[in-house]
């Protein structure tokens, strides 16, 4: 089956610091990517759609400057939390659609946890 | 917007017996997909089952089965001949076309031995 990488699986960082989380998919061309965050013992909760070389759409409520989304190519997308604080402390999620199916399946990554000090 | 409601937030059942968990959703729209995943403690999403919403037939995959009323928007897992390792949490989720997917609050399984 059709596989999707996250790097890294966790990060632990400093307040007031920067991180990015990449997502790749490895043997199929992810036309969109999304990013979802879950905090513990809850579901998952959409922050953002990106499609290649386009800019991310994003829920409402989630900032956009500071959850850079960048998806640069069919295979590689990247989350960067600017400026994190301890209440982004999540576990993040990718999910990449394969666009040459015909249902558009959809696949997860193993998810990234965040520990923001 | 649609919004999928899961509400059996823990569920328990009998290795070797039966168990359902419950799925409601609300959507105007009349083409889309339903899912049912599983995250075990390791939080892969992990596909257990899906249903188009145009086939009538209730989707089957060896001891998953699904009771899909489109009517009455109820989209429910059936798991048979429950194993240890069917112990995990369960969303279902809901997409339409191509869309972004939506997913309920989760019921947590547990399979007593």
């Known amino acids: 089956g059709a596989v999707v990488s996250q790097h890294p699986s966790w990060v632990i960082c400093k307040s007031g610091t920067s991180v990015k989380i990449e997502c790749r998919s490895l043997?199929?061309?992810?036309?969109?990517m999304f990013w979802y965050r879950q905090f513990p013992k809850q579901s998952l909760m959409l922050m953002a759609t990106s499609n290649e070389g386009s800019k991310a759409t994003y829920e409402q409520g989630v900032e956009k400057d500071k959850f850079l989304i960048n998806h640069a190519s069919l295979t590689l997308s990247t989350l960067t939390v600017t400026s994190a604080h301890p209440e982004d402390s999540s576990f993040y999620i990718c999910?990449?659609?394969?666009?040459?199916?015909?249902?558009?399946?959809?696949?997860f990554g193993p998810g990234t946890r965040l520990t923001v000090t | 917007a649609q919004t999928v409601t899961q509400s059996q937030p823990e569920m328990s059942v009998q290795e070797a017996e039966t168990v359902t968990l419950s799925c409601t959703y609300d959507t105007s729209e009349s083409d889309y997909y339903l899912f049912w995943y599983k995250q075990p403690p390791s939080r892969q999403m992990i596909l257990v089952i899906r249903q188009e919403a145009y086939k009538q037939q209730n989707a089957t995959e060896n001891r998953f089965s699904v009771n899909f009323q489109k009517a009455a928007k109820s989209f429910s897992l059936k798991i048979s001949d429950s194993q240890l390792g069917d112990a995990a949490m369960y969303f279902c989720?809901?997409?339409?076309?191509?869309?972004?997917?939506?997913f309920g609050a989760g019921t947590r399984l547990t399979v007593k031995p």
């Open positions: 989720a809901y997409r339409s076309g191509n869309n972004d997917m939506r």
């Open positions: 999910s990449a659609r394969d666009g040459g199916t015909g249902v558009a399946e959809q696949y």
């Open positions: 043997d199929f061309q992810a036309t969109t």
